[in-house]
């Protein structure tokens, strides 16, 4: 591996007592590759909000950095500044800034259309207080009109204030380095951190995946779909899979890494181990 990647994990916010267990264990076992933070979803509409500062005080409680998920969608500037006025008291810095996704059969509403907007309202009510991270796109937005303006619209966002990026998931590295080249010719020069998607069920991984417009690579898909109801032999391919991606985003320059766990952790446990990222 680099020198030092950056890696953290998210986790969504637990529904019932045997979740937060399950997600607790995910959490402890994670935690020996020296994450830099634990970042946790915020609901359609902030659906999860409660359990979202829930969930990060409680890895805070436990000596991580927590970070929580802030949505545009169905926010008020109202709301917002109440919940950043709780993440000051209780010594949350980062947070992860983000448009939302727009509920099923639901029109946007709210103060905020873009996450630039709420990037900016943040900076504007606590200034420097918090590290802000945002979203990125290497395969482009799914409701993005073009690449150019995709790529427009993540600059606003660093220029607003963002600190560093995240990237939806994907599976073709070099998606992401063009996507690099894009935003340095742009003067773009926060870190943009690649997230990781495990594979656990082609079948989920498909649906997920039509949502947030990642691209499953044909020959992916293909040996994928081949596995049927072998979920062992599908998710050892898929280990290997996601393990050489890691490899090549590392070598290519990637300060890190970010994990969209699913609230699990065995999976991506053997990917870093095999990268050697080595538990403490």
């Known amino acids: 591996m680099n020198a030092a990647p950056v890696i953290s994990f998210e986790f969504f916010p637990p529904k019932t007592v045997e979740g937060m ?15 830099k933070f ?15 500062l829930e969930t990060v005080l ?9 970070a929580p998920h802030l949505s545009c969608i169905s ?26 996704d727009i509920p099923s059969g639901e029109v946007s509403s709210g103060d905020f259309r ?3 907007e709420l990037v900016a309202f943040i900076r504007e009510e606590t200034g420097d207080l918090f590290q802000i991270e945002v979203a990125a796109y290497p395969e482009f937005h799914p409701e993005s009109s073009s690449p150019g303006a995709d790529l ?54 498909a649906r ?19 596995y049927g109801d072998d979920l062992a032999s599908l998710r050892a391919f898929g280990a290997e899979v996601v393990e050489d991606l890691c490899e090549q985003l590392l070598a290519g320059g990637a300060p890190g890494l970010h994990f969209y766990t699913l609230n699990q952790a065995g999976t991506i446990s053997s990917i870093l181990e095999q990268l050697g990222a080595g538990q403490e």
Request: hydrophobic share 40%.
């Open 58 to 66: 409680d890895i805070q409680q436990a000596g991580y950095e927590g």
């Open 152 to 205: 427009k619209h993540f600059k606003q966002k660093v220029d607003a204030g963002a600190n560093a990026a995240i990237t939806q998931y994907f599976y073709n590295a070099d998606a992401y380095f063009h996507f690099l080249d894009q935003c340095e010719k742009l003067g773009i020069t926060i870190p943009i951190v690649p997230g990781i998607m495990p594979i656990y069920n082609f079948t989920q991984l």
């Open 21 to 35: 267990a399950k997600l607790r264990s995910a959490r402890d076992q994670l935690a020996g590759f020296s994450p």
């Open 38 to 52: 634990f970042s946790v979803t915020f609901g359609a509409g902030g659906s999860t909000r409660d359990r979202t």
């Open 208 to 226: 997920f995946s039509s949502v947030c417009g990642a691209e499953i690579p044909r020959w992916l898909r293909l040996r994928l779909q081949d």
């Open 75 to 100: 926010s008020d500037k109202a709301e917002i500044r109440t919940l950043l006025a709780q993440y000051k008291q209780q010594g949350i810095r980062r947070l992860v800034a983000l448009r939302g």
């Open 114 to 116: 873009y996450a630039s």
